[in-house]
C-alpha cells in the first residue's frame, strides 16, 4: 500500500513540476517574437557647379564645393513562427513604418526604408548650406515586463552647424494585441501630477541636489519645469523615463534618464500594469 502511495506521490510531482514553467509561462507571448535587423545605407556626393566667369572669361564670380551625404536605416523589426503571434508581428512593424519611418505601412519594410532615404536625399537637395549631411536611424527592440515589448530608435542627424543632433525616442507595445502602449493607459491622468512629483523627488537623488535651486545651478530645469517624459520603457525591473537633449537640460549635459522601480509608484500606476511585473 505504502509503496502505491509513494508511486502515486512521485507521479504528482512530476507532473506538478513540468506543468508549472508552462503556466508560469503561458502568458508571455514576446517568447514567441523573435527580432530580426533590416540595414541599408546610401551615401552621395553632390559635384560642385560649373564656376561661372565674368566678362574677360578668366576670373569665376563663385566658387562651390562637393556636398556629401549619407543616410542609414538599421533597425530591428519582429517575426514569429506562431500564427496569431504573426500578427501581431506585422502589427508592429506597421506602427514602427508609421510612427518613425513616417511613411505607409501599405509599403512594406524594406519599401518604406527606401522611401525614407529618398525622402532625406529631397532634403538634402533643397538644402543650400550643409557641405556635408548625415541621417543615421538606428532601432532596436527590447524585451519588458511580461507581454510587453520596448523599441528605441537613436537619430543621429548632422545638417551643419556646431553640432550634430541625437533623438532618442521609446516605444511600447503589447505583445498579445500589437497595440501601442500610452502614457496615460499605464498611469492615470488623475495620478500624473503625483507621477510628476515622483520623478522630481528621483531626479533630484540622481543629481545629489536637495533643492531645485540646486538643480539650476547644474543646469537642469532652468528653462522648463519637470514634466513626464512620453519616451518611456516599461522594463522588467523597473520603468525608464528618458529625456533628450535640451528636454530638461543642456545640450552639454547631455540626455538624461530617469529609472523608478514599480514600488515607487505602485500609488499612481494602473492596476492593470501593477499586476503585470
Known sequence: MKRHI???IYLFLGAFFTILPMSCNSNKDWQNIEFYNVEKMEQLTEKPL???KDSTGFEPLRKTESREMDVKVDMQFMKSENVSSEKVCN???GQLIELLLKQSSNLGIDDAIAQYIEDVKSEFHGDEVANVYHDHLTGRAEYGMENVINYRLLEDVFTGGAHPSQLTTILRFNTQTGEFITLDQVF???????????LLTKLMKDQNAHSLEELHKKGILEMTDMFISNNFALREDSIEFYY???DIAPYASGACTICVSYEDVKDVISAKWENRK
Open 244 to 246: 533628450n537633449e535640451y
Open 6 to 8: 509513494i508511486h502515486y
Open 91 to 93: 502589427l508592429i512593424n
Open 188 to 198: 492615470p491622468t488623475t495620478n500624473q501630477l503625483q507621477l510628476q512629483d515622483i
Open 50 to 52: 560649373d564656376a561661372e
